[in-house]
């Protein structure tokens, strides 16, 4: 296992962007994101395979939102653009095997707030 740090959540206004950054404090083969709105189960969001050549996205957020990473750095990222009030909700990094359930991943983050206002 890893340690995963996320930062760059915030407030927005529906429409905006934000950038999420995770930075590992080792190697990683894949990573992605879910996220946990109040009430509601964490769910994925985004994933990335080693050295980027593969990844998936939820279809809710497919085209809006761009995930990458950068293996020099140990660090992934998640671009949201046109974003939703529906996109309210904490963020989680994640790293483990690729995939889209949460039993993918065996290292998380603190997860990191990220409320868009309409």
């Known amino acids: 296992q890893v340690q995963l740090v996320e930062s760059g959540g915030g407030l927005v206004q529906a429409g905006g962007s934000l950038r999420l950054s995770c930075a590992a404090s080792?190697?990683?083969?894949?990573m992605g994101w879910f996220r946990q709105a109040p009430g509601k189960e964490r769910e994925f969001v985004a994933a990335i395979g080693w050295s980027g050549g593969s990844t998936a996205y939820a279809d809710s957020v497919k085209g809006r939102f761009t995930i990458s990473r950068d293996d020099a750095k140990n660090t992934e990222y998640l671009q949201m653009n046109s974003l939703k009030p529906e996109d309210t909700a904490v963020y989680y990094c994640?790293?483990?095997?690729?995939?889209?359930?949460?039993?993918?991943?065996?290292?998380w983050g603190q997860g990191t707030q990220v409320t868009v206002s309409s």
């Open positions: 994640a790293a483990g095997r690729y995939g889209r359930r949460r039993s993918d991943f065996d290292s």
């Open positions: 080792g190697r990683t083969f894949a």
